[in-house]
């Protein structure tokens, strides 16, 4: 299994899952369908499937486009998300291939939208797997909760995103790891890896490079989303069980943003 990013637009994400053995190909989030194209011709593989995590434009959009341009093509999304140009709804627990080696599991993670989908990918046995977050889980952050609830984003987060096998590699819709990073530094300003993650990623925007993947253990580390089981997170944030926590560090972030003048 073979994972190509496709940076699109001005800070999303789309990518290239490649069954290595068939040269077949998944895109996710095509959001420019010509540049993944080209990205996909460029390595010599034949796209089979299109994987949507949700309705949004900037991740959707483009489904249309690749429909004209590879005839035949798979668009997979939500059960209850409007996703553009889908042919095959999916739900929690469904299950796909690609190629004759990737098998993919569809988790239904709502609350950024009400049929968010993330995916979770497998190769052999020696790899290590994959998760495709969409706006669900961001390295140290995770969406908006646009259609949902604090309680239906600890459920996605901490108990099925959370619960996968901590070497899953964590592929996110957008580049937002500095920022996210650097509020969860007002949540938790004594955790060290927080501190040492955001210096990697500096780093790594200076030098045009990405930022993600990252890990599901990785995430439990420095993610103030994923760490609100921890008494000591609760506190933080004068807050006593972990949804309540979840929902005060969202509107918490949600403030910041504004008085930093991001959208």
């Known amino acids: ?12 994400y ?6 290595e053995a068939t040269k077949e190909g998944a895109a996710v989030d095509p959001a420019e369908p010509e540049k993944v194209l080209q990205v996909a011709k460029d390595n010599q593989v034949n796209l089979k499937t299109v994987l949507t995590t949700h309705h949004h434009w900037d991740h959707a959009s483009g489904n249309d486009k690749i429909k004209q341009l590879v005839p035949g093509i798979r668009v997979y999304g939500g059960s209850i998300d409007n996703v553009q140009g889908c042919t095959d709804k999916v739900g929690n627990g469904d299950k796909l291939s690609l190629g004759s080696d990737i098998n993919i599991l569809c988790l239904h993670t709502p609350c950024h939208t009400k049929g968010h989908i993330s995916y979770y990918v497998t190769g052999k046995e020696e790899e290590d797997p994959a998760v495709f977050t969409g706006d669900t889980l961001f390295i140290a952050g995770c969406g908006k909760f646009f259609e949902g609830t604090a309680e239906q984003m600890y459920q ?28 969860a530094l007002t949540v938790e300003p004594d955790n060290v890896r927080i501190a040492q993650k955001l210096s990697w990623a500096q780093h790594q925007q200076q030098a045009g490079h990405p930022t993600v993947p990252s890990t599901i253990e990785e995430e439990l ?13 609760q506190e933080k944030v004068n807050c006593k069980t972990p949804v309540e926590a979840i929902g005060e560090i969202r509107k918490r972030k949600d403030n910041w943003r504004v008085n930093l003048g991001l959208l």
Request: include cysteine; charge should be negative; glycine fraction near 4%.
């Open 156 to 183: 996605s987060l901490c108990v099925t995103l959370g619960s996968l096998p901590k070497p899953t590699r964590v592929f996110c819709g957008h580049e937002y790891t500095v920022k996210n990073l650097q509020f």
């Open 1 to 12: 299994m073979k994972i190509i990013h496709v940076p699109c637009l001005s800070d999303n």
């Open 14 to 19: 789309s990518y290239i899952i490649i069954d």
């Open 221 to 233: 580390e420095i993610n103030p989303f994923m760490r609100v089981d921890l008494p000591e997170v």
